[in-house]
């Protein structure tokens, strides 16, 4: 039932570079609300990791940054390390029918 | 800081009514949004719905028909209900708080532990 799209997994190496987009729509994230991105390593809890579209609160390493630009948002991680290894979910606001909040398909992160 | 912690039956007939409940600790439930999330085995997350303090409630459409969400706030608890549930409805329930200024921009910061609703006769 999510309106927000993600590519089912990324992989990278340890240091390298990779990048999660998050597809929406007019409803959504191209109506002009927040995009926020969460963490979860697999059997924990949900994390929020990016809110207001690129703002990390604190403890969260700068190694993560995202962006929003029309109807779609991107995670970026770089200096990739083990531990980053996770689920990643972007989560926004829909205006369609009575509002309601909607997660991302979800990302599956791989460090080879 | 907050503590969510959920609490409930974590096996419930097909037909029957979900109860959970979550309570927060070291901090007033007063002001804030609070909100069910759940999370099938396997799968992504959905969010069900959430109340504020004051009562109000906004529910997820495709459960809408089916979920209810209260608030205590002598207790610093918030309470789900979702009726008629059938083995789809199997998940790990997350409560969580949800701050923002206006819905558009409100993001969940703190999360309960969450626990296992396993749908099953």
């Given at each position: ?12 190496a ?37 809110y207001g579209n ?5 403890g969260?390493?700068d ?5 929003k630009?029309?109807?779609?948002a ?21 205006n ?17 | ?18 109860s ?9 439930i ?8 759940r999370?099938?085995?396997g799968?992504g997350?959905?969010?069900i ?30 309470s789900l209900?979702v ?7 199997t998940a ?9 200024a ?20």
């Open positions: 039932q999510s309106v927000l799209t993600q590519p089912p997994s990324v992989s990278g340890p240091g390298q570079r990779v990048t999660i987009s998050c597809t929406g729509g007019n409803s959504n994230i191209g109506a002009g609300y927040d995009v926020h991105w969460y963490q979860q390593i697999p059997g924990a809890v949900p994390r929020f990791l990016i690129t703002n990390r609160p604190s969260v390493p190694r993560f940054s995202a962006s630009s029309a109807t779609s991107s995670l970026a991680i770089s200096g990739l390390q083990a531990e980053d290894e996770a689920d990643y979910y972007c989560q926004s606001y829909d369609s029918l009575s509002g309601f909040f909607v997660f991302g398909t979800g990302t599956t992160v791989t460090v080879l | 800081q907050v503590q969510l912690q959920e609490s409930g039956p974590g096996l419930v007939k097909p037909s029957e009514t979900l959970l409940t979550c309570t927060v600790s070291a901090d007033s007063s002001g804030y949004f609070w909100s069910w999330i999370q099938s085995p799968k997350l959905e969010w719905g959430y109340i504020y303090y004051s009562g109000s409630t906004n529910y997820n459409p495709s459960l809408k028909s089916r979920v209810t969400i209260s608030v205590d706030t002598s207790k610093n608890q918030f209900k009726k008629s549930v059938t083995p789809a409805d790990v329930y997350y409560c969580a708080r949800a701050i923002g206006a819905a558009n921009y409100r993001y969940f910061d703190y999360w309960g532990q969450g626990t296992l609703v396993t749908v099953s006769s």
